[in-house]
């Protein structure tokens, strides 16, 4: 982990938002923003200046609380875009 | 987490997932039932939830109550039912330190009396602490009643079993009698442990006469008690023997004839008379008769 973070930090990445993804199981975003849409196929998220689509099946919100999102369920796939509110 | 509560709102989900988080609400388990947005929250937030949801257009509801809430709310819905639950408890609890029932058992119940007599006096009254009865020393005490020979004190809840067994052997047990003379003859020996002599060596007595009274002269009050001690009567009896001849050894035959029936012989002397077919042996004796009165 301390690894990951030293090279993260040498490129220059913003820690403040990640996505972790433990595939069939679960995700766990940081930095979330709000939920744009929810339901157990697609759950669409706001990031700052990103948006994240989260598609799989039999998805729901295990836990959100200041930024941090667990999405339980079989997740397929992490979209990443720039928000066009910005 | 266990310790969740489920909300039920109807609402999009979206919306109350903002609205949570502006109010820095951790949720859980989010998921959508129809119109229906459920999630859960901490019990420490619901009230909060209420509040930001306390608007009409929000349906909002408790789905589920954590199990704590669950197991509170049962409680106090049952506060008679648990009240009385507690007090039957601490009641046995209180309880098992008083002795409410004695019981004895074993061979030896039927001293149950005695055991419970001597139970009692050494603090094993009904409704005393088992703390205050002498175990030790009542075991002492009934161990040494006649014919004990086994005795075992427990407790079992709040009873006091007393297991008592017995010897094979039967209790000795006085009899409140005086000693009567059966025979009649001259008395020889009297000895009264117990009681009153009513004859002296070398008196004459009757069938049916007292030999020692069950009770003693105190004064000019007499007191009454039990008669222990034996007697020896020299009584005579006479006996008939039929035997074809006279020979030593019919005489002798005679005589076997008697066997125990009277004990031991002092003196004996025999006359023969003549008979059809033989002789009558005719056998005057003497013997020694003992009686005896409360002596093992």
């Known amino acids: 982990m301390k690894l990951l973070q030293q090279i993260l930090s040498e490129l220059g ?17 940081k930095g979330v923003k ?14 700052g200046k990103l948006t994240l689509s ?16 667990l999405i339980k369920g079989a997740v397929r796939e992490v979209k990443v875009e720039k928000s066009d509110r910005n | 987490m266990k310790n969740l509560t489920e909300i039920n709102i109807t609402s999009p989900a979206e919306t109350a997932l903002k609205k949570l988080q502006r109010a820095n609400i951790a949720v859980y388990d989010c998921k959508k039932r129809g119109a229906e947005f459920i999630f859960c929250v901490k019990d420490k937030d619901i009230k909060k939830v209420f509040a930001i949801f306390a608007k009409p257009c929000y349906n909002v509801r408790v789905g589920r109550a954590s199990l704590k809430n669950r197991l509170l709310g049962g409680l106090i819905l049952r506060a008679g039912l648990v009240a009385g639950a507690l007090i039957f408890a601490v009641a046995a609890y209180i309880s098992g330190f008083f002795i409410l029932k004695i019981e004895v058992g074993g061979s030896g119940g039927y001293l149950e009396s005695v055991v419970c007599r001597i139970a009692r006096e050494e603090g094993a009254s009904l409704l005393k602490p088992f703390s205050s009865f002498d ?3 009542a075991a002492g005490r009934i161990l040494s009643l006649p014919g004990v020979t086994f005795c075992n004190i427990s407790r079992r809840g709040s009873v006091l079993v007393i297991d008592v067994e017995t010897g094979g052997e039967e209790p000795f047990k ?3 009698a005086p000693l009567v003379s059966d025979v009649s003859g001259r008395v020889r020996k009297i000895v009264a442990i117990c009681g009153t002599a009513a004859v002296e060596a070398g ?14 002269q105190a004064g000019e009050e007499w007191i009454e008690g039990i008669a222990a001690g034996f007697a020896e009567i020299e009584c005579s009896a006479t006996a008939e023997y039929f035997a074809p001849d006279a020979s030593d050894k019919s005489i002798a035959a005679a005589y076997a004839s008697l066997g125990l029936q009277y004990g031991d012989i002092i003196s004996k002397k025999h006359s023969v008379l003549p008979s059809d077919g033989g002789v009558r042996i005719i056998m005057e004796i003497e013997y020694l008769h003992k009686i005896s009165i409360n002596l093992t």
Do not use: N, R
């Open chain 1, 13 to 29: 990445a913003d820690l403040s938002a990640s996505v972790t993804l433990v595939p069939g199981s679960c995700c766990y975003l």
């Open chain 1, 34 to 47: 709000t939920i744009l849409s929810f339901s157990p196929e697609l759950i669409t998220l706001s990031a």
């Open chain 1, 54 to 69: 989260v598609g799989g099946e039999d998805m729901q919100v295990g836990g959100y609380f200041e930024g941090d999102l």
């Open chain 2, 135 to 137: 175990s030790p020393v």
């Open chain 2, 174 to 176: 006085a009899v409140h």
């Open chain 2, 203 to 216: 008196a004459k007595v009757s069938a049916g006469d007292i030999l020692i009274y069950a009770g003693a």
